[in-house]
């Protein structure tokens, strides 16, 4: 996909605004530019001057150079700040391709800066991770992640494993001998470590995942209990940046709202309803689909009766939630029902905080490092299952290059992450995703 020898370019702002950035990256970008803009470059230094085509002014501009390598990445990188029209965008971007650079593929400025070592590829997702995020929560982790995050600690494990596996590849060197350079005990301790390392990174998807995302929430309950009027009135607290989903008006409808930072995606299943039209049916059956997985069910009821048993799956957790209690504030309820009145606000701040107590423990902190991206967590777990497969080895004296080849099959679950080791279709995967211009 990527040329290294060519000069790309792309607008890398969204139409609409009052100005527009477009990004040149490659050796000769400064070659490009000059034959457009009137005055020569200086490094880190953004100039004003105008940008034509050849005694035609297209626009006033503000041209920003960034020398190879101490650039985005690591080539010679021209930012050019343009007036925001569209047919100026179009206009800078047919001259600089005329003038000989290429169109960019989608994510090509960030591959670049892959491949020029300027970042581990777990930095280069996270830069789309950050673009994409609609919440304190997901621009947290992406941030986290794309400044360095566990790619610095990886690539110290990575050092660790190669030191074991050089250890133990000279053992087999002298097989003969039967020597063992690598003392069992230490070799144990360390692989130990190293297994619990990667399997609390797995396991800290499950939060990274719900900053990430956001938290999926299904609110059922009979016609009339007051789901509609709930929904509303979260929603109308504090409505989430995040744009609701709604595919067709048949189809499912997400409200979203934040509460401390983090995303809960309300399904709405107030469509649901028996019908035989066809097309219906299909929305249906999404809205189930997406009940099926909500992480918390909010069984809204409004009186004791009502409280049924739902089919729910382990993971998921269920809520119970007495409404309408402003007409019947005295009726007895067990002790871990909550009560609301969704019509008159009563118990929604007591309704939130629950909320946010049934996201998997774990803070973010500055220091804290979170798994969100489903790629890193997959081939952590692979990672994780060969450290602990190479410890069984251990333990029952099995010769050394089983033990190398379970920490080899480890070691290169790790690297696929930074992308140390990684595929031409792991490469195009991730960057097919990215806008064009990132
Ligand atoms: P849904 O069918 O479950 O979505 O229920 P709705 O939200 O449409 O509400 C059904 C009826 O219950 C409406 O007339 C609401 O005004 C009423 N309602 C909802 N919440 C409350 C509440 O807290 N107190 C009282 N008294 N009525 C409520």
Redesign the pocket.
């Known amino acids: 996909m990527s040329h290294l020898a060519s000069t790309i370019v792309a607008p890398a702002t969204a139409q609409g605004g009052a100005i527009s950035i477009i990004r040149l990256s490659g050796s000769n970008g400064t070659d490009i530019i000059k034959r457009h803009f009137s005055r020569p470059l200086e490094d880190r230094r953004a100039l004003f001057g105008s940008f034509s085509d050849g005694d035609k002014i297209i626009d006033e501009v503000v041209v920003t150079y960034f020398k190879a390598p101490r650039s985005y990445t690591g080539e010679d990188c021209v930012e050019i700040s343009c007036h925001g029209s569209q047919w100026i965008v179009s206009e800078i971007v047919r001259l600089l391709i005329s003038s000989g650079a290429v169109a960019a593929s989608p994510g090509e400025f960030t591959q670049r800066a892959f491949l020029n070592g300027k970042i581990a590829l777990s930095q280069a997702e996270a830069v789309a991770d950050l673009i994409a995020s609609d919440s304190r929560a997901s621009a947290q982790v992406a941030i986290q992640q794309m400044r360095g995050g566990y790619a610095q600690e990886l690539r110290v494990l990575n050092y660790e494993l190669l030191n074991i596996l050089s250890l133990l590849e000279l053992e087999l060197d002298f097989a003969e001998e039967d020597v063992e350079f690598a003392d069992r005990g230490v070799l144990g301790g360390l692989i130990e470590k190293l297994h619990c390392r990667v399997r609390d990174l797995a396991s800290s998807f499950s939060l990274g995942n719900v900053l990430k995302n956001g938290v999926p929430v299904a609110i059922v309950?009979?016609?009339?209990?007051?789901?509609?009027?709930?929904?509303?009135r979260l929603v109308g607290e504090e409505r989430a940046i995040v744009s609701s989903v709604a595919g067709t008006t048949r189809d499912y409808i997400e409200e979203a709202i934040t509460i401390d930072g983090i995303v809960f995606r309300f399904i709405d299943t107030?469509g649901l309803r028996s019908s035989t039209d066809e097309i219906e049916l299909i929305g249906i059956e999404r809205t189930y689909e997406k009940l099926r997985q909500a992480a918390i069910v909010i069984q809204?009821i409004?009186n004791m009766d009502d409280v049924e048993e739902l089919s729910l799956s382990a993971e998921q957790k269920l809520m119970v939630v007495l409404?309408?209690?402003?007409?019947n504030p005295t009726v007895p309820t067990p002790p871990d029902t909550l009560k609301?009145?969704?019509?008159?606000g009563?118990g929604i701040s007591e309704l939130r905080f629950a909320l946010l107590s049934l996201i998997p423990k774990g803070s973010l902190s500055q220091h804290s490092l979170v798994v969100s991206n489903a790629r890193h967590y997959e081939a952590l777990q692979r990672g994780a299952s060969a450290f602990s497969r190479a410890l069984q080895a251990l333990s029952d004296a099995l010769p050394s290059d089983l033990i190398a080849s379970e920490i080899r099959n480890g070691l290169y679950s790790l690297q696929e992450i930074t992308g140390e080791i990684t595929t031409d279709d792991i490469l195009g995967n991730i960057f097919k995703n990215f806008c064009i211009g990132k």
Not at 224 to 231: A, P, Q
Not at 323 to 327: L, M, P
Not at 340 to 344: F, G, H, Q, W
């Open positions: 309950g009979k016609p009339n209990v007051g789901k509609s009027t709930l929904l509303n107030a809204l409004d409404n309408k209690i402003d007409s609301i009145s969704a019509k008159n009563i």
